[in-house]
C-alpha cells in the first residue's frame, strides 16, 4: 500500500507511476485537476486495474474521462461513511454507465433503501451508535432499526445507487427545493472554473437564494455571473436552480480529503 502524506496532482501522478499502483483510491477533487493539467497523459498509469471514485458525488463525464486516459483500467465507485464501511459499490464488470453513473449495487450484507429521497442503510458492517450520545442515536435510526444516512439518492431497478445531494445541502427557494450538484458539475465543466460550490444566503422574500463560489482555473480568464448563467441556460436547467450571485476565491476551503466546507462558504457570505 502506498500513502500519499499531502495531495498535490503532481505528487499523486508521480506516485501512481513510481510505484506502478494496480488501483487507487482517490476523489472527483483529485482526479479532475489531474485531468485538466493533462498529467494522465505525461505520466505512466498502465498499471492501474482500477481507480475508484468516491468521497463525493462524481459525475459521470468526469469518470468516463479519466476512464478514457487509463490504458489498460476502468473507473468504478464506492460509497461509504465513518459509520459504516463500505456501502455500495460498482463492480469492474459492470457496464460502463454503471460504473460511471452509480455507486453500484449495495455490498454484501449490507441493504440500502430509500425513503421519502432519503438513503437509508442497515447490514453487518454499519455501528451500533454514537459513543455517549443516546440522543444523536436515537435521531439518526428509525423505528425498524435504518440508518438514516443524511444523503438523497435514487436506486434503479437493479439496485444500483445514485447520489442526489446531502439534505444539509438542499436549496430552499421560495418553497421549491432543490440539490445543487447537478448544477455544480456543468458549472465545473466551463473552461476557466477549477471548482465551483453552490450554497444559500438568506432572502427576505424567497427564504433563500444561491450564491455561486467560484475557484477560476491557472491563468484562464475568471468566470462570470452572465457566462454561468448562459451556459446553465445551453444546458436546459430551470431558472429556479440559476446561482444569483457569484463570488470568486482563490483557493476554495477543503478538508484534507478534498471536500468542500460550505459551512466555511455560508460563513463568507455573512461577512
Not at 1 to 20: C, N
Not at 73 to 85: F, N, R
Given at each position: 500500500?502506498?500513502?500519499?502524506?499531502?495531495?498535490?496532482?503532481?505528487?499523486?501522478?508521480?506516485?501512481?507511476?513510481?510505484?506502478?499502483a494496480?488501483?487507487v483510491?482517490?476523489?472527483?477533487?483529485h482526479?479532475?485537476?489531474l485531468?485538466?493539467?493533462?498529467?494522465?497523459?505525461?505520466?505512466?498509469?498502465?498499471?492501474?486495474?482500477f481507480?475508484?471514485?468516491s468521497?463525493?458525488p462524481?459525475?459521470?463525464?468526469?469518470?468516463?474521462?479519466?476512464?478514457?486516459?487509463?490504458?489498460g483500467?476502468?473507473?468504478?465507485?464506492?460509497?461509504?461513511?465513518?459509520?459504516?464501511?463500505a456501502?455500495?459499490?460498482s463492480?469492474p464488470?459492470?457496464?460502463a454507465?454503471?460504473?460511471?453513473?452509480?455507486?453500484?449495487?449495495?455490498t454484501?450484507?449490507?441493504?440500502?433503501?430509500v425513503?421519502?429521497?432519503?438513503?437509508?442503510?442497515?447490514?453487518?458492517?454499519l455501528f451500533?451508535?454514537?459513543?455517549?450520545?443516546?440522543k444523536?442515536?436515537?435521531?439518526?435510526?428509525?423505528?425498524?432499526?435504518?440508518?438514516?444516512?443524511?444523503?438523497?439518492?435514487?436506486?434503479?431497478?437493479?439496485?444500483?445507487?445514485?447520489?442526489?445531494?446531502?439534505?444539509?445541502?438542499?436549496?430552499?427557494?421560495?418553497?421549491?427545493?432543490?440539490?445543487?450538484?447537478?448544477?455544480?458539475?456543468?458549472?465545473?465543466?466551463?473552461?476557466?472554473?477549477a471548482?465551483?460550490?453552490?450554497?444559500?444566503?438568506?432572502?427576505?422574500?424567497?427564504?433563500?437564494?444561491?450564491?455561486?463560489?467560484v475557484?477560476?482555473?491557472?491563468g484562464?480568464?475568471?468566470?462570470?455571473?452572465?457566462a454561468i448563467?448562459?451556459?446553465?441556460d445551453?444546458?436546459?436547467?430551470a431558472?429556479f436552480?440559476?446561482?444569483?450571485?457569484?463570488?470568486?476565491?482563490?483557493?476554495?476551503?477543503l478538508?484534507?480529503?478534498?471536500?468542500?466546507?460550505?459551512?466555511r462558504?455560508?460563513?463568507?457570505?455573512?461577512?
Open positions: 500500500m502506498s500513502l500519499l502524506p499531502a495531495f498535490t496532482p503532481p505528487d499523486l501522478a508521480k506516485v501512481i507511476e513510481k510505484h506502478r494496480s488501483c483510491f482517490a476523489g472527483p477533487a482526479f479532475k485537476p485531468l485538466d493539467g493533462g498529467l494522465l497523459e505525461r505520466h505512466d498509469f498502465s498499471s492501474l486495474r481507480a475508484c471514485l468521497g463525493s462524481v459525475p459521470p463525464e468526469l469518470a468516463a474521462a479519466v476512464e478514457k486516459k487509463l490504458p483500467g476502468k473507473t468504478i465507485q464506492l460509497w461509504g461513511m465513518t459509520e459504516l464501511q456501502g455500495s459499490f463492480r464488470r459492470d457496464p454507465e454503471v460504473r460511471h453513473g452509480s455507486a453500484g449495487a449495495a454484501p450484507g449490507t441493504e440500502l433503501r425513503v421519502d429521497e432519503r438513503l437509508q442503510v442497515r447490514g453487518i458492517s451500533s451508535g454514537y459513543l455517549k450520545n443516546e444523536a442515536t436515537r435521531e439518526a435510526f428509525t423505528r425498524d432499526g435504518w440508518f438514516d444516512t443524511g444523503d438523497t439518492a435514487e436506486l434503479s431497478a437493479a439496485g444500483h445507487l445514485r447520489f442526489t445531494g446531502r439534505v444539509k445541502e438542499i436549496i430552499n427557494r421560495g418553497g421549491v427545493k432543490y440539490s445543487p450538484l447537478d448544477v455544480e458539475a456543468i458549472i465545473d465543466r466551463m473552461p476557466g472554473v471548482r465551483s460550490a453552490i450554497v444559500p444566503y438568506p432572502d427576505a422574500v424567497l427564504g433563500e437564494r444561491a450564491c455561486v463560489f475557484q477560476p482555473a491557472p484562464a480568464p475568471a468566470a462570470t455571473l452572465e448563467m448562459r451556459e446553465l445551453r444546458a436546459g436547467v431558472k436552480k440559476w446561482p444569483e450571485r457569484l463570488e470568486l476565491l482563490q483557493a476554495m476551503p478538508t484534507p480529503t478534498q471536500k468542500v466546507m460550505r459551512g462558504l455560508r460563513e463568507l457570505l455573512k461577512r
